[in-house]
Structure formats: structure tokens, C-alpha cells
């Protein structure tokens, strides 16, 4: 990594990067509060009359297809088109891309607008590449592992940093990749905590030289946030709250000490 994650959390908290979010109904308020738990400004503007033009302030664009309606759709290809005029990077979510003919085509028709960054789970991932999965509804049901191949050639595709996540994160380029560890069990029974983590991603790409190390630090900060607050927690409900605090007390210096990372920069075999 030529910025560890610990350097930008710093640059993040020393000029807080403000983040268009266009994402679902669900994961509105919990994404806001873990953007301003890790030190960002978060923006919910999603209607297309205004969306291209605040992408063009915005440090970073993210969008999410959960709650998915045409309206929705407009808003997030005005806001697309206004963060690619204005030089800015923006990422992608596919939630439940291959449950419908309609999530589908959207997709595939957002993909191929050259996003900064593409997160989602294996299922996600494999019906986004073009593959078969395992996924039904919004749970993946497949192994980041068999994920890993399809990321490395949907990256190629779409010229994105692709973020695999489940229970060890695999991101690539198409040329590099990268393992993060870490975590909650209670983190895939808490609701938006990947849409959230979509949202952190845009943060660290407003503050990131490279989408590659961007990717890598938002998960980063998952993962180490994830673990201290599985300590002491008995269940999901008690962890959410833990969560937070533990992303607004990790220190740059906690997070390049305590992060679990592997492979960075090694070519994709």
C-alpha cells in the first residue's frame, strides 16, 4: 500500500470528506451515523433534480440499488454523470443484482459507467461478472473464495477496484489484491452494515490517492471497528451501538497497529 489505512484515516478526520450518498430507504440512517461515527460528512441527496449538480461538491459519490424505483434510478445516473463531469470518484453497491430482471439490467447499466469502486458480497459480485451464484434475496449465499476470480475479471471490465466482503474481505484490481480479516459474527445479522460499509469506501476514495488502498482502509476500519465491539457484546442489538464507539475511537495509529491484512500489491495468480 503506498497510503496505509492508519494515513488516511488521518487525512479523512483532518479535512472530513463530504459523501453523496444515494442509497436504500433501510440503510439511510445507519449509514449516516457510521460515516459520522468514522470522521465524514454524509449527504443523503438522491432526487434527480438536484443530484448531478451536488455530486459536483461532493468529495465522493455512492450508489446503492436496495430500494430500487425508477425516480431512485434517474437521481443516481444524474448524480453519476455530475460526479464523472466534476472529476470525482463514485462507488457502486449491486445489492441483490441478480434477483430480478429489473436489478439486472440496472446493474449492468451502472457498472458499465466506470465506478471508482464496486463492493458487494461474493453472491453480488459473481451475478455482476456474469456468473452463477448462490444468492437469494440480499443474502449472499456464496464463499468470497469462489468470488475471487470473477472480482479479478469484473475489475478488468469495468476498470473498478472490486470489494469482495464476507468473512475474510478480498479486494483487486484486476492486478493487485488484497485480504482484510476481521470483524463480528454480529456484523451479517445487523441490517445495512454493508450498505454502511459502501459509504465508508466513498469516504476513503475522497481522501485516497489510490481506489486500490481506499478500499483496503474502509474495510480495514470495518474489521478493527468490528472486533472491539464484538468484545463485551451478547447479541446484535448490543453490538450496533458498540460499533460505532468503536469507529469513532480507533486512532490512525490503532489501525495500522491492529489491522490484519494480506497480500497487498501481490499480483492476482
Given at each position: 500500500?503506498?497510503?496505509?489505512?492508519?494515513?488516511?484515516?488521518?487525512?479523512?478526520?483532518?479535512e472530513p470528506p463530504?459523501?453523496?450518498?444515494?442509497?436504500?430507504?433501510?440503510?439511510?440512517n445507519i449509514a449516516?451515523?457510521?460515516?459520522?461515527?468514522?470522521?465524514?460528512?454524509?449527504?443523503?441527496?438522491?432526487?434527480?433534480?438536484?443530484?448531478?449538480?451536488?455530486?459536483?461538491?461532493?468529495?465522493?459519490?455512492?450508489?446503492?440499488?436496495?430500494?430500487?424505483?425508477?425516480?431512485?434510478?434517474?437521481?443516481?445516473?444524474?448524480?453519476?454523470?455530475?460526479?464523472?463531469?466534476?472529476?470525482?470518484?463514485?462507488?457502486?453497491?449491486?445489492?441483490?443484482?441478480?434477483?430480478?430482471?429489473?436489478?439486472?439490467?440496472?446493474?449492468?447499466?451502472?457498472?458499465?459507467?466506470?465506478?471508482?469502486?464496486?463492493?458487494?458480497?461474493?453472491?453480488?459480485?459473481?451475478?455482476?461478472?456474469?456468473?452463477?451464484?448462490?444468492?437469494?434475496?440480499?443474502?449472499?449465499?456464496?464463499?468470497?473464495?469462489?468470488?475471487?476470480?470473477?472480482?479479478?475479471?469484473?475489475?478488468?471490465?469495468?476498470?473498478?477496484?472490486?470489494?469482495?466482503?464476507?468473512?475474510?474481505?478480498?479486494?483487486?484490481?484486476?492486478?493487485?489484491?488484497?485480504?482484510?480479516?476481521?470483524?463480528?459474527?454480529?456484523?451479517?445479522?445487523?441490517?445495512?452494515?454493508?450498505?454502511?460499509?459502501?459509504?465508508?469506501?466513498?469516504?476513503?476514495?475522497?481522501?485516497?490517492?489510490?481506489?486500490?488502498?481506499?478500499?483496503?482502509?474502509?474495510?480495514?476500519?470495518?474489521?478493527?471497528?468490528?472486533?472491539?465491539?464484538?468484545?463485551?457484546?451478547?447479541?446484535?442489538?448490543?453490538?450496533?451501538?458498540?460499533?460505532?464507539?468503536?469507529?469513532?475511537?480507533?486512532?490512525?495509529?490503532m489501525l495500522d497497529?491492529?489491522?490484519?491484512?494480506?497480500?497487498?500489491?501481490?499480483?492476482?495468480?
Open positions: 500500500m503506498s497510503q496505509t489505512p492508519g494515513t488516511l484515516l488521518a487525512a479523512l478526520r483532518a463530504l459523501v453523496q450518498c444515494i442509497t436504500n430507504y433501510v440503510a439511510m449516516a451515523n457510521v460515516l459520522l461515527a468514522a470522521g465524514a460528512s454524509p449527504a443523503m441527496v438522491s432526487d434527480a433534480e438536484e443530484a448531478g449538480e451536488f455530486a459536483g461538491i461532493a468529495g465522493a459519490l455512492t450508489v446503492n440499488i436496495g430500494t430500487l424505483s425508477a425516480p431512485f434510478v434517474d437521481g443516481m445516473r444524474a448524480a453519476i454523470a455530475g460526479a464523472q463531469a466534476a472529476g470525482r470518484p463514485w462507488v457502486l453497491d449491486p445489492v441483490a443484482c441478480q434477483a430480478t430482471g429489473y436489478r439486472r439490467r440496472v446493474s449492468a447499466e451502472l457498472a458499465a459507467q466506470h465506478p471508482t469502486i464496486i463492493r458487494g458480497n461474493a453472491s453480488e459480485i459473481l451475478a455482476l461478472a456474469g456468473e452463477e451464484n448462490r444468492g437469494q434475496g440480499v443474502d449472499g449465499r456464496d464463499a468470497v473464495e469462489t468470488a475471487e476470480d470473477g472480482a479479478r475479471r469484473l475489475a478488468l471490465q469495468t476498470g473498478a477496484v472490486v470489494a469482495v466482503t464476507g468473512e475474510v474481505d478480498f479486494v483487486t484490481d484486476g492486478n493487485r489484491h488484497a485480504r482484510v480479516e476481521g470483524g463480528s459474527s454480529f456484523m451479517p445479522i445487523n441490517t445495512a452494515m454493508g450498505c454502511s460499509l459502501t459509504c465508508l469506501c466513498g469516504a476513503y476514495a475522497a481522501v485516497a490517492q489510490d481506489p486500490f488502498d481506499a478500499a483496503i482502509a474502509a474495510l480495514a476500519h470495518f474489521a478493527v471497528a468490528g472486533r472491539h465491539a464484538h468484545e463485551g457484546a451478547t447479541g446484535p442489538g448490543s453490538f450496533a451501538p458498540r460499533f460505532l464507539d468503536a469507529l469513532h475511537a480507533l486512532t490512525p495509529e497497529a491492529q489491522v490484519l491484512v494480506h497480500g497487498v500489491g501481490e499480483a492476482v495468480a
